[in-house]
Each structure stands twice: as structure tokens, then as C-alpha cells.
T-cell receptor, first 111, second 111 residues
Framework: EDQVTQSPEALRLQEGESSSLNCSYTVSGLRGLFWYRQDPGKGPEFLFTLYSAGEEKEKERLKATLTKKESFLHITAPKPEDSATYLCAAGRGTGANNLFFGTGTRLTVIP | DTAVSQTPKYLVTQMGNDKSIKCEQNLGHDTMYWYKQDSKKFLKIMFSYNNKELIINETVPNRFSPKSPDKAHLNLHINSLELGDSAVYFC??????????FGPGTRLTVL
């Protein structure tokens, strides 16, 4: 059975305190690993797609990495505006048409 | 310009009623989706349409019926609403094997 597990469920960081979020997956026929950011009351906003083990992508203070079993979202020197829920999703099916989401990590960055 | 829009944003209704949620995308995408996000923030795919053709239909009660009048619209009609249908419903769209872009969500509350 396909599974996507994110940890921790919630994370509180001081501004500037770097950390990592974990996404472990067991998905047959993986077609990409996706990271989204979701702010309260809004829809998920796309961040990254990773397709193969060893791949890395960066955007501002965020860097996503992928292994054969998990993905990490590294946050370097976070700011309060980075506070959000971060969702990872495994792409399944032709062209990763079917996204299978984890339950997210709720990040709070304290000034 | 709004890329993926949904109406209404909030919907409060009584058990047993029938209601519809509308979704429109102005991105020229060929695939549209409906997702349900429950109270624990778990986001699960319900349906996917490609060029007005249903291609994904997850295990969803047949009280839920999607309708795609054209490539830019995907509406969700729900019959005989139940308490357990209370959730946030998100529409999404994408072009080919590209990224999925999400709408702002519709919060449905069934009393």
C-alpha cells in the first residue's frame, strides 16, 4: 500500500534557526516527489519537484533533496514569513497525474 | 489575474441538501482535479478530468458527481449531503505532465 509520511507534525523554530523536514515514502511507480507550501485558508502553492535520487533543488532559504526512500526540505535561517504547512506528495500514474499527499509539517518561525 | 478560481469560498448547508461547487481555470490547462482536505489537513484526490474526460475516480461516494462542461471548468455536485462531507474542497489544474496548480478552496460545512 502506498504511503507518504511526514515528520515532525509540527515544528517551532526561532528566526535564523535552520532545520529539516522529512518526507518518507513507499510508493510503487513513483513519478516525482513534490513539495508544496500551504498557508492558512489558502490552497497549496507549488515549491519543487524532484524526479531522481540525488537530485536537489533550491529556492531562497529552501532546499529539497531526494533519496530512494525519503525527501528532505531544508530550511536555512528561516524567517517568520516561512511559517506555513509544508506538504509533500508522491506522483503516481502516467505523468505523475495522481498526487498522493502526506499530512504535512506545520512550521512556525518565531521572531 | 486569478489562475484557478472556485466559488463559493464558504458553503454552509443542512444535511440532506444538494449543493454544487464551481471551478474555473484561465491557464489553458487540459487536466483538472478535485481534492478533499479533511480536518486533519489530509489532502486526498477525488477526481481528475483530462479534456473533459474522467480519468481518475478514487473511492468516492456516488453522491459526488463531477461535471466538466469544457476544458476550463470542472464543477462538483454533491447530493444528499452528510455531516462527514464537511471539509475543504480544492480544485487544481495542470498542463500535460507539468505542475498542479491549486485554487483557494471551498470550505463546506454541513449542519
Amino acid at each position: 500500500e502506498d504511503q507518504v509520511t511526514q515528520s515532525p507534525e509540527a515544528l517551532r523554530l526561532q528566526e535564523g534557526e535552520s532545520s529539516s523536514l522529512n518526507c518518507s515514502y513507499t510508493v510503487s511507480g513513483l513519478r516525482g516527489l513534490f513539495w508544496y507550501r500551504q498557508d492558512p485558508g489558502k490552497g497549496p502553492e507549488f515549491l519543487f519537484t524532484l524526479y531522481s535520487a540525488g537530485e536537489e533543488k533550491e529556492k531562497e532559504r529552501l532546499k529539497a533533496t531526494l533519496t530512494k526512500k525519503e525527501s528532505f526540505l531544508h530550511i536555512t535561517a528561516p524567517k517568520p514569513e516561512d511559517s506555513a504547512t509544508y506538504l509533500c506528495a508522491a506522483g503516481r500514474g502516467t505523468g505523475a497525474n495522481n498526487l498522493f499527499f502526506g499530512t504535512g509539517t506545520r512550521l512556525t518561525v518565531i521572531p | 489575474d486569478t489562475a484557478v478560481s472556485q466559488t463559493p469560498k464558504y458553503l454552509v448547508t443542512q444535511m440532506g441538501n444538494d449543493k454544487s461547487i464551481k471551478c474555473e481555470q484561465n491557464l489553458g490547462h487540459d487536466t483538472m482535479y478535485w481534492y478533499k482536505q479533511d480536518s486533519k489537513k489530509f489532502l486526498k484526490i477525488m477526481f481528475s478530468y483530462n479534456n473533459k474526460e474522467l480519468i481518475i475516480n478514487e473511492t468516492v461516494p456516488n453522491r459526488f458527481s463531477p461535471k466538466s462542461p469544457d476544458k476550463a471548468h470542472l464543477n462538483l455536485h454533491i447530493n444528499s449531503l452528510e455531516l462527514g462531507d464537511s471539509a475543504v474542497y480544492f480544485c487544481a489544474s495542470r498542463m500535460g505532465a507539468d505542475t498542479q496548480y491549486f485554487g483557494p478552496g471551498t470550505r463546506l460545512t454541513v449542519l
